[in-house]
């Protein structure tokens, strides 16, 4: 069965500073992967996905990901944090087949200090 | 703008008193999809629509209910609201075939509140 697992519930980052927020993956087969942004009281943003093209992502916002199939790995990125970026990411595998239904991972929430 | 659109935005409800949520689209997407999030957890997906066709989650509760009566439409019922049943709903849309990306589009969500 497809699934996620992220590292750290809770990131802290100094604004200007590197965002690293991390993402493994368990899939059966090739998978598509996700990361969405949602900030509070609002529906969930896509970022960035991974669907078998490139293996490093770029996205909205500065972000991107890189698909590291050795490490099993989606961990996503941007180089320097600004305060805007305060809010909940969610990683995220589809189930094979026709309804491609997401399994999410139970997110990050980043805290970014002035 | 195409997009996503969930009324209402807050919702209070009454403990075993029905509620009926709302969700439009005008993406023409043929998939939606219902997830419920609770506090400080990931969204988990109640049921989908794929076309016409309904599909519900294993562990979805016989409570929940969603009806689909176009394209653009789909609204969910919860039949005898619980406290437990105080979420975050979320919609989200795709479009399907072989020109999809498989990016699911999300609304803003209804917040239920159950006194």
């Known amino acids: 069965a497809q699934s996620v697992t992220q590292l750290g519930s809770h990131v802290s980052v100094s604004e200007g500073a590197l965002v690293l927020l991390r993402c493994n993956y368990s899939?059966?087969?090739?998978?598509?992967l996700f990361w969405y942004v949602q900030y509070p009281n609002q529906g969930l943003q896509l970022l960035l996905k991974y669907t078998s093209a490139a293996t490093l992502v770029k996205g909205i916002n500065g972000f991107e990901a890189e698909f590291k199939k050795s490490e099993t790995s989606f961990h996503l990125t941007k180089p320097s944090a600004h305060m805007s970026d305060a809010a909940e990411y969610f990683c995220?595998?589809?189930?094979?087949?026709?309804?491609?239904?997401?399994?999410f991972g139970s997110g990050t929430q980043l805290t970014v200090l002035p | 703008d195409a997009m996503v659109i969930q009324n209402p935005r807050y919702q209070v409800t009454q403990f075993g008193k029905p509620v009926t949520l709302s969700c439009s689209q005008t993406l023409n997407h043929n998939v939606m999809y219902w997830y419920q999030q609770k506090s400080s957890q990931a969204p988990k997906l109640l049921f989908h629509y794929y076309d016409k066709d309904f599909n519900n989650e294993a562990d979805t509760p016989d409570n929940f209910q969603s009806r689909r009566p176009n394209t653009s439409f789909c609204f969910l019922d919860i039949r005898s609201p619980g406290l437990g049943d105080a979420a975050m709903y979320l919609c989200?849309?795709?479009?399907?075939?072989?020109?999809?990306?498989?990016?699911?589009?999300f609304g803003p969500g209804t917040r239920l509140t159950v006194l």
């Open positions: 995220a595998v589809n189930r094979p087949g026709s309804a491609r239904q997401l399994t």
């Open positions: 989200a849309t795709r479009a399907s075939g072989s020109s999809s990306t498989d990016t699911q589009y």
């Open positions: 899939s059966s087969v090739p998978p598509y």
